[in-house]
């Protein structure tokens, strides 16, 4: 019996509470991840047998805010040598816990006009927010600030990477990361990385079928 199919003959099988054992799951969804990839079945398995040591499932202990934090801490970062940055670790992994909605895209403009800082501003702070965020402490309100932190935490990871890059537009790509974190996009480019970037964040975390249609071609 093969990797993938051990893989295969642990998924769904249900723990003792009845729930769905999700690290078999997980196994089984990079496989697939892989397969595409590299077009060949044989390819991905041998990949990922050579690669379990870089495996990684974020603790459900933690909430979901922290896990994506600590998830964006793995991910290995792929700095091309020319064009947009946009990559996927398909080794590093949420825990299947809570719900994930597939198949909607974001509204990209908020992200165009805007920034991590702006986001945090008018969401978050307490006085010149619209009142979203009444309680600070609430669970739900802690989730968004730890992801966001981790969002920017990883967008900081990719600059350093791309500083010290081959890339051959390494410092012009460095701003626009730069840009997310408290500027709005400037020009049709730097809202291209953007767009990218953002949909590189939602296939890491485990959102499928959110293509960007023919905007890879």
Do not use: C
């Amino acid at each position: 019996m093969g990797l993938f199919d051990n893989i295969k003959s642990f998924t769904g099988r249900k723990s003792k509470e009845g729930s769905v054992n999700s690290r078999p799951v997980i196994y089984s969804s990079t496989f697939n991840k892989l397969n595409r990839r590299f077009g060949n079945r044989e390819k991905a398995t041998s990949y990922l047998a050579s690669n379990m040591h870089n495996f990684y499932i974020s603790s459900s202990k933690f909430n979901k805010g922290i896990q994506i934090k600590n998830l964006f801490r793995k991910v290995e970062i792929d700095i091309p040598k020319e064009g947009f940055i946009y990559f996927l670790d398909e080794l590093k992994n949420l825990n299947f816990d809570g719900k994930i909605i597939n198949g909607i895209s974001p509204d990209y403009s908020k992200f165009l006009h805007s920034s991590v800082y702006s986001y945090n501003e008018f969401y978050f702070h307490p006085k010149s927010g619209r009142g979203f965020a009444r309680d600070l402490s609430s669970d739900f309100i802690k989730n968004q600030l730890d992801a966001l932190d981790g969002v920017e935490l990883f967008i900081y990871r990719i600059i350093k990477k791309l500083r010290n890059s081959n890339h051959n537009d390494r410092a012009k790509f460095a701003r626009y990361f730069e840009n997310m974190i408290d500027a709005p996009a400037e020009h049709f480019e730097e809202a291209l990385q953007r767009i990218l970037f953002y949909n590189q964040i939602l296939w890491q975390t485990g959102h499928s079928s959110v293509s960007l249609g023919r905007l890879d071609k």
